[in-house]
Nanobody, 124 residues
Framework: QVRLLETGGESVQAGGSLALSCAVSGLDVNLYCMGWFRQAPGNEREIVASIFTGNTGTHYSDSVTGRFSISRGYGENKLYLQMNNLKPEDAGLYYC?????????????????WGQGTQVTVSS
C-alpha cells in the first residue's frame, strides 16, 4: 500500500522560510516522478514543483521559481520542498504526490498517489 505523509506546514510571516517533508512508503521515490501541489480556499489544486524520474530535471510554477526548491532525500524515502521568501499568496494546503505512469510530470492528472496535505499560512 502506498502512503504519503506530509509534514512541516505552519504559520510564518512573509519573507520567511519553511521546509516541507513527505515521507513515502510503498514505493521508491527515486524511481518515480514526484511533485508538490497546493490548494488555497476557493482555488483549484495547482502544481508547485515536480522532480522527474532519475533526477533528469525539475519543473516549477512561475510563481515559485527562484524561491522554492524540490529534492529527494539521500538515503531516505522522502521528498522535500524548501520554500524561501514566502509570500501571502503561497498560503494553502500543500500536497505531496507520486506519478507511477510518467517520467516527466507536471499535471495533476499525471499523479496517481496523494498525501493528505499540510497547511501553510503566510501572514503579511
Amino acid at each position: 500500500q502506498v502512503r504519503l505523509l506530509e509534514t512541516g506546514g505552519e504559520s510564518v510571516q512573509a519573507g520567511g522560510s519553511l521546509a516541507l517533508s513527505c515521507a513515502v512508503s510503498g514505493l521508491d521515490v527515486n524511481l518515480y516522478c514526484m511533485g508538490w501541489f497546493r490548494q488555497a480556499p476557493g482555488n483549484e489544486r495547482e502544481i508547485v514543483a515536480s522532480i522527474f524520474t532519475g533526477n533528469t530535471g525539475t519543473h516549477y510554477s512561475d510563481s515559485v521559481t527562484g524561491r522554492f526548491s524540490i529534492s529527494r532525500g539521500y538515503g531516505e524515502n522522502k521528498l522535500y520542498l524548501q520554500m524561501n521568501n514566502l509570500k501571502p499568496e503561497d498560503a494553502g494546503l500543500y500536497y505531496c504526490a507520486a506519478s507511477t505512469g510518467y517520467n516527466y510530470c507536471s499535471l495533476a492528472s499525471q499523479f496517481n498517489y496523494w498525501g493528505q496535505g499540510t497547511q501553510v499560512t503566510v501572514s503579511s
